[in-house]
């Protein structure tokens, strides 16, 4: 039998997931269950390079984010789960990795230049917040992964992790750095050089008003416009009333605007019936449909996809105990093949000793 490739991705235990987790990265690991051999990570050393003074929140967002994952159709029988502070290798290995990185090399990174910028962390950010896509490219590279869904804003992340991936496998295990990164583990290499699987929304926007360049926000579980995976129909339906949408609209027979209109950007990628929504965006423009009957609209469709991922997550939250174990559970058996592949980067690096 052929072993199925790895496929890994994780969210931050900075909050519950949301509807952009959903369409950028939760979605595809999903239907990728059967497929790969998956492993899903919980960053709470990540969540804290922003939330050190937040220690509690960090660590209890661990667990609503392990409610989500089990509420999306995220399969413990299939797919294992982790928490990242419970893994030393990774920090080991982030330690080893580091050393194959430039300093420039590191700062050239447009999403950390983003989320010093959006998150407001000034010049007060630690060597720590500046290390983490290290850390990430320790958590990828310690399952020796093939496969990683994620969003828009990881690629930066996940080009460094290939680097890293590359570096390793060209200085400590002697392959020829002209090769094609998939023959890297043909040629001696310990790591397959791992790809980006996008969601079929790479950055789906928040639900607030605009940057002043007039760009909008991803929505982001740090930046307050968000709608969850676990919000009821009552929260939906405010969200979506208040959401933003064309200022230029005071009246309903005003002409609209589609572009950059989270209020479209959400049926765009949500609503099943694309023939309505090609209708409706075409008697907006012309000022013919009103924004309270495409509000009520996508209220509709949000509850239709959210409300079974809610009622799944109740049935675990009443379960509190399972859930640990299935944590536990995860955990143990992620230590083990990090440690294994911890052994097989000592040894190519000549640094086993006992
Ligand atoms: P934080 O605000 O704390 O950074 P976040 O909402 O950005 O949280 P992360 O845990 O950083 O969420 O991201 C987890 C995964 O979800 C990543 O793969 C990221 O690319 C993806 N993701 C997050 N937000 C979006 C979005 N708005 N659109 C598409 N993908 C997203
Ligand atoms: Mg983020």
Same mark, same amino acid.
């Given at each position: 039998?052929?072993?199925?490739?790895?496929?890994?991705?994780?969210?931050?235990?900075?909050?519950r997931l949301?509807?952009?987790?959903?369409?950028?990265?939760?979605?595809? @690991?999903?239907?990728?269950?059967? /497929?790969?051999?998956?492993?899903?990570? *919980?960053?709470?050393?990540?969540?804290?390079?922003?939330?050190?003074?937040?220690?509690? /929140?960090?660590?209890d967002n661990v667990m609503q984010v392990m409610l989500d994952y089990l509420a999306v159709?995220i399969?413990p029988?299939?797919?294992?789960?982790?928490?990242?502070?419970?893994? +030393?290798?990774?920090?080991?290995?982030?330690?080893?990795?580091?050393?194959?990185?430039?300093?420039?090399?590191?700062?050239?990174?447009?999403?950390?230049?983003?989320?010093?910028?959006?998150?407001?962390?000034?010049?007060?950010?630690?060597?720590?917040?500046?290390?983490?896509? *290290?850390?990430?490219?320790?958590?990828?590279?310690?399952? @020796?992964? /093939?496969?990683?869904?994620?969003?828009?804003?990881?690629?930066?992340?996940?080009?460094?992790?290939?680097?890293?991936?590359?570096?390793?496998?060209?200085?400590?295990?002697?392959?020829?750095?002209?090769?094609?990164?998939?023959?890297?583990?043909?040629?001696?290499?310990?790591? +397959?050089? +791992?790809?980006?699987?996008?969601?079929?929304?790479?950055?789906?926007?928040?639900?607030?008003?605009?940057?002043?360049?007039?760009?909008?926000?991803?929505?982001?579980?740090?930046?307050?416009?968000?709608?969850f995976l676990s919000d009821d129909?009552?929260?939906?339906?405010?969200?979506?009333?208040?959401?933003?949408?064309?200022?230029?609209?005071?009246?309903?027979?005003?002409?609209?605007?589609?572009?950059?209109? +989270?209020?479209?950007?959400?049926?765009?990628?949500?609503?099943?019936?694309?023939?309505?929504?090609?209708?409706?965006?075409?008697?907006? @423009?012309?000022?013919? *449909?009103?924004?309270?009957?495409?509000?009520?609209?996508? *209220?509709?469709?949000?509850?239709?996809?959210i409300e079974p991922m809610r009622e799944r997550r109740l049935l675990y939250e009443n379960d509190l105990a399972e859930v640990q174990m299935i944590l536990?559970?995860?955990?143990?058996?992620?230590?083990?093949?990090?440690?294994?592949?911890?052994?097989?980067?000592?040894?190519?690096?000549?640094?086993?000793?006992?």
């Amino acid at each position: 039998m052929t072993q199925k490739a790895r496929l890994l991705s994780g969210d931050t235990s900075t909050g519950r997931l949301h509807l952009g987790h959903w369409v950028g990265s939760v979605e595809n @690991r999903v239907h990728m269950q059967d /497929e790969y051999d998956c492993y899903f990570l *919980i960053a709470n050393i990540q969540a804290l390079t922003t939330r050190l003074d937040r220690p509690k /929140e960090v660590h209890d967002n661990v667990m609503q984010v392990m409610l989500d994952y089990l509420a999306v159709g995220i399969d413990p029988k299939k797919s294992t789960i982790f928490v990242q502070s419970e893994l +030393p290798a990774l920090a080991e290995l982030t330690v080893f990795f580091s050393l194959l990185v430039s300093y420039p090399r590191l700062m050239r990174n447009p999403t950390i230049k983003d989320e010093i910028r959006d998150k407001g962390l000034g010049d007060n950010y630690s060597v720590g917040f500046l290390l983490y896509p *290290i850390s990430q490219a320790a958590d990828i590279l310690a399952f @020796r992964t /093939e496969v990683v869904p994620v969003g828009e804003d990881q690629i930066p992340h996940l080009e460094l992790t290939r680097e890293i991936a590359r570096r390793f496998n060209q200085v400590f295990c002697q392959v020829d750095a002209h090769i094609d990164d998939a023959d890297y583990v043909k040629q001696g290499g310990l790591f +397959p050089i +791992p790809q980006v699987k996008l969601g079929r929304s790479r950055r789906l926007v928040g639900i607030g008003a605009p940057a002043e360049d007039g760009s909008l926000f991803k929505m982001s579980k740090s930046l307050n416009n968000a709608i969850f995976l676990s919000d009821d129909p009552d929260t939906i339906k405010k969200k979506v009333m208040a959401m933003y949408t064309d200022p230029h609209r005071l009246k309903a027979t005003d002409k609209g605007k589609v572009e950059n209109n +989270p209020l479209w950007i959400f049926h765009e990628t949500f609503n099943p019936d694309r023939t309505w929504v090609a209708e409706a965006e075409e008697r907006y @423009r012309n000022g013919a *449909i009103g924004d309270v009957e495409c509000k009520k609209r996508l *209220i509709d469709v949000l509850v239709a996809l959210i409300e079974p991922m809610r009622e799944r997550r109740l049935l675990y939250e009443n379960d509190l105990a399972e859930v640990q174990m299935i944590l536990r559970e995860g955990t143990a058996k992620a230590n083990a093949e990090a440690n294994q592949t911890l052994v097989s980067v000592k040894e190519a690096m000549k640094q086993r000793y006992f």
